[in-house]
């Protein structure tokens, strides 16, 4: 059962209806069979999460039913997920948003820096929510004999779970040192590097496949590739660049886990050239958009050189995709489809352009100086 819910004061570019759909894809994604959806708008967040009034016709939905989880559309406080599990009488699992994220990436996590990332965020996802687990010891008052088994095992869980964070962030900073040592050897060849990025199932995979013959794994589905894969491919003007797909971004994406894949994303930011891949097909393309350039922003990649690359034309009239195009003139674009490989040709001469056009002012820089 998906819910979401609105909070009046916030202001956000998706309408609860768009992000519950994008949330019955990762529920989907994740196995799970979504049998309705329930919405709310409130003046202020509720300790429930929901309001009494749709807190009861939930109740009472679940009794027609009977479903057994209740996936939210934000990230909990652990008392709102406490408080809406209690008034299930602890019989309906309750799960965010951030948690349903982090069980699609657990499922996709392929290679070994992958699955530590994501054990990573989950351990730091877990560990402000430990009390909730505990909550019987609210109940006891403080002074000598109130340190029952409970506190005891609660003290004792966060200490692994701290050591497990502290083990996890230095085996990911050894790959750093890795990926960071391997980045500069590249850099010495002279190879530009061109990182593909944008929102999850954009076609960032099917595009890679399209432009150097790779097999890389491509799905209708989100999340399908977590882990970088780089690709050599040949410009028109016979060099080679390397092309590297990375994880694809959404909306409300747990810090948490921006974090744990620092390793990942240090690749796009020592890249020449940013390829922003955007499924301009999408009724929600300008806010997927706006979720990525935030992404950069935060992550201080605002000032690199960037191209739009707008894939799954086919799928849409292409009247509108040259007006959602020229809407977004701080970026050169180019119309693409990696399924049919249109523009693919277009795309290239775009990217050694754009290439040519950084070496040239790197050059100037170094002459002023």
Known sequence: MLVGVGIKSRHSSWGIDDSLRELAQLASTAGAEVVGSITQSLDAPS?????????EELREFQKLVEFDTIICDDELTPTQQRNLEHSFGNIVKVIDRTALILDVFARHAQTHEGRLQVELAQAEYLLPRLAGQWSHLERLGGGIGTRGPGESQIETDRRL????????????????????QHRLRRSRNGIPVVSLLGYTNAGKSSLLNSLSNARVLSRDQLFSTLDPITRKVRLPNGKYALFTDTVGFIQKLPPALIAAFRATLEEVQDSTLLLHVIDISHSNA????EVVEKIVSDLNMSDKPRLLCMNKADLLNPNVSRSFIENNGEFRAVLTSAVYGLGLKELLQAVEESIDSIGSIEVDRRVRA
């Open 47 to 55: 300790v429930t999460y929901l309001g009494k009034g749709k807190l």
């Open 161 to 180: 779970i701290n050591f497990r964070i502290n083990r996890l962030k230095n085996e990911l900073n050894k790959i750093r040192r890795h990926r960071a």
């Open 286 to 289: 300008g806010e997927q958009v």
